[in-house]
């Protein structure tokens, strides 16, 4: 599938690898907004003007489709909420600075540009959030889920942790990615 900004016409290829499973419904997006599950909101492009993979990812979210809220600004990090797509996307402007490393060291300040929006309903904070030591504890069962669904559907998978085994899971830098349905199955 090839998804294309309103300011870029260069498309930007997206390994749509969910597209025929119906159980891959779910995504998780990486903030600390105060209105978490009010919509889906990135900027269509990164800070050089070039569309970024999980910016870009918005547009693929489908009714129904679940969303998990990871708020990295809460002690401890944890997924706290879910919502559910509407379907609806939108574009408009947004205010918006990366909070990443390199937003960080270039000083880049929150400021206006061009924003693509996805409608969530049905906010609903989790009865337990699962915290970053939790998804830490199960990091064997998702190292062996990722290992079987590359082997399946090939690379990207855009999953939102670093998995690598020089340090333990964390968050990768990014607003929203795509979440297998074999992490959501390790915690019930």
């Known amino acids: 599938n090839t998804c294309y900004t309103a300011t870029h016409p260069v498309p930007l ?59 990295w600004s809460r002690s401890p990090q944890a997924l706290v909420a879910t919502s559910h797509a509407t379907g609806d996307h939108w574009e408009d402007s947004i205010v918006w600075a990366a909070r990443g490393t390199y937003a960080r060291n270039a000083g880049i300040e929150p400021h206006t540009r061009p924003g693509l929006y996805a409608g969530l309903r049905d906010f609903e904070p989790l009865g337990e959030p699962v915290s970053l030591d939790d998804i830490r504890s199960c990091t064997a069962s998702i190292r062996s889920g990722l290992r079987e669904l590359e082997a399946a559907q090939g690379r990207p998978l855009y999953f939102p942790f670093e998995s690598g085994a020089k340090r333990p899971i964390r968050p990768l830098q990014g607003y929203l990615f795509k979440l297998p349905a074999f992490f959501v199955d390790l915690f019930p």
């Open 13 to 71: 290829d997206i390994h749509n690898w969910w597209a025929a499973s119906p159980a891959e419904r779910y995504w998780v997006e990486v903030t600390g907004r105060d209105d978490i599950g009010a919509a889906l909101k990135a900027p269509q492009a990164n800070e050089n003007g070039a569309p970024f993979w999980s910016y870009s990812l918005v547009r693929f979210v489908q009714e129904g489709d679940v969303v998990f809220h990871y708020d």
